[in-house]
């Protein structure tokens, strides 16, 4: 009972940690989504494995001081930091040092997940004395603790420049005066969306814009002479601010819920079972593999949020065409594990792992931008109520009922087939087990299956926001 309320404290915390940094970061950061995303979710993932590098370093082989640690080190941190974090503007400014700043920030991700890599194996294939353990650990800390270079030189060093204002959305061309005429021009905007063509939105943004405002001058006109009958808006449109309760009834919103689901549900099942799947394949050290997934689960949330950030400022594609990319990538590594192919746990371990954390770097970022930052918590942490769904659905129902199945079935051609001996059951401490690429075949098929529904769902997110994005950053895609 005990650990049933350690983890569910436990649990509930991290949410708060989540949702508390994802927000403030996003809102200071809101022209750089992606990679303030990738890199907060890539940090997030590593830091088991960072806290038991640490835990190594200063208290092994003490478990209770493991505990104590965990318990009180991340609390102490936070309330030392909280002081410090405050809303910057970032809406209204943009550095021209931001772009080397995140790419610096890359580099060190990079590298701290080779060296966090290189470690394991290390510690796995070679006993190392204590010594070195803590000259890794202090090594280690000095690689997190390196991005704070950035602010330091910021503040201090370089010299000082006004920042650049930039606004998300394009400024209305003239502000009028009465409340009651910004009301009508809210509502004449609204009937605009509703009668452009689509050919407007692939024009360039100068041509677009005067276009829009030749549709807006005539609709003014034809609401004058009462020709038109100007329609109420309803609610926010896409890319303003929605509560989670307008989100809710929004298509948009259930189809990105949808194919989280099943890309994200699909690759909790390989890490959640990965254990089983190694032994099932004949490898007694799982160790490895788990490192392996999660490092390549940290690279593909901080590679995620530069990939897709990428694609949107050269291309102003949708953000969402980078989680239709790795559901790809999710279903090539599924689909090699049930063909049988040469190395097959190295190329699922790696893919998985890729588009799996590439998920959560994409997917917060692009609900930022379709639905806003006003609630961003809350859609944020309804989004997340996608991965104990998919692992609930694929690893309880699907993955579990498969091995059992083809457990008892190898179990019963092992028996005796002789006299009263065949229907022997299991003993109490008898487990049923299987063995070969067959116990998990069927459900990695079944799951590649599922990543190609969701990447369809995508693209179908895609073509329907498109025009958003070509407004966010004044291009369109061709």
């Excluded at 109420?232 to 929004?250: C, M, N, S, V, W």
Aim: aromatic share 10%; net charge neutral.
């Amino acid at each position: 009972m005990q650990l049933c309320v350690a983890i569910f404290v436990g649990t509930n915390g991290e949410t708060y940690y989540n949702t508390a940094s994802l927000v403030s970061c996003v809102q200071n950061f809101p022209r750089s989504r992606g990679p303030v995303v990738g890199i907060l979710k890539g940090f997030a993932g590593l830091s088991g494995a960072i806290l038991t590098q640490v835990y190594a370093m200063i208290n092994y082989p003490n478990e209770a001081a493991l505990i104590f640690m965990v318990a009180v080190g991340p609390s102490i941190i936070v309330i030392a930091l909280m002081f410090i974090i405050r809303p910057v503007g970032g809406h209204k400014q943009v550095r021209p040092s931001d772009g080397s700043s995140f790419l610096f920030t890359y580099s060190i991700c990079i590298i701290l997940a080779a060296y966090l890599l290189g470690v394991l194996v290390l510690e796995d294939l070679v006993g190392i004395n204590q010594t070195v353990v803590t000259l890794l650990g202090v090594l280690l800390i000095i690689l997190i603790l390196f991005p704070i270079i950035i602010p330091i030189l910021l503040v201090f060093a370089l010299e000082q420049s006004p920042p650049v204002k930039e606004n998300l959305l394009p400024k209305p061309e003239k502000q009028e005066a009465s409340s009651s005429e910004q009301d009508a021009e809210e509502i004449i905007l609204s009937e605009v969306e509703d009668e452009k063509t689509p050919e407007v939105d692939s024009l360039p943004a100068s041509e677009r814009q005067k276009r829009i405002a030749q549709l807006q001058a005539k609709l003014f006109q034809a609401a004058a002479e009462g020709a038109v009958r100007v329609k109420r808006k309803r609610g926010p449109r896409r890319g303003e601010d929605f509560t989670l309760l307008q989100a809710l009834i929004k298509a948009d919103f259930w189809l990105m819920f949808v194919s989280l689901v099943l890309a994200a549900g699909s690759g909790l099942t390989i890490i959640d079972n990965l254990g089983q799947i190694c032994q099932s394949l004949g490898y007694s050290n799982t160790n490895i593999f788990v490192s392996m997934i999660s490092i390549f689960n940290f690279l593909g949330r901080v590679g995620g949020g530069y990939f897709s950030e990428t694609i949107i400022r050269k291309y102003a594609f949708p953000r969402p065409v980078a989680m239709a990319v790795v559901q790809v990538i999710m279903a090539f590594g599924l689909l090699y594990y049930a063909l049988e192919g040469p190395g097959q746990i190295y190329v699922t371990t790696v893919l998985t792992g890729l588009g799996y954390g590439a998920h959560w770097a994409i997917v917060p970022a692009s609900a930022s931008e379709l639905f806003g930052l006003k609630s961003f918590g809350a859609l944020y942490n309804f989004l997340t109520l996608a991965t104990p769904a998919g692992s609930l659905i694929f690893s309880e129902a699907i993955a579990s009922g498969i091995y059992d199945y083809y457990a008892e079935k190898q179990a019963s051609l092992r028996q005796p087939i002789s006299g009263s001996m065949i229907n022997i059951p299991l003993g109490d401490d008898d487990s049923l087990t299987c063995e070969g690429s067959i116990c998990y075949s069927l459900t990695c098929a079944l799951m590649s299956g599922l990543c190609i529904v969701a990447m369809v769902l995508s693209l179908i997110v895609v073509y329907r926001t498109r025009s958003v994005y070509a407004q966010l950053y004044g291009k369109s895609p061709t």
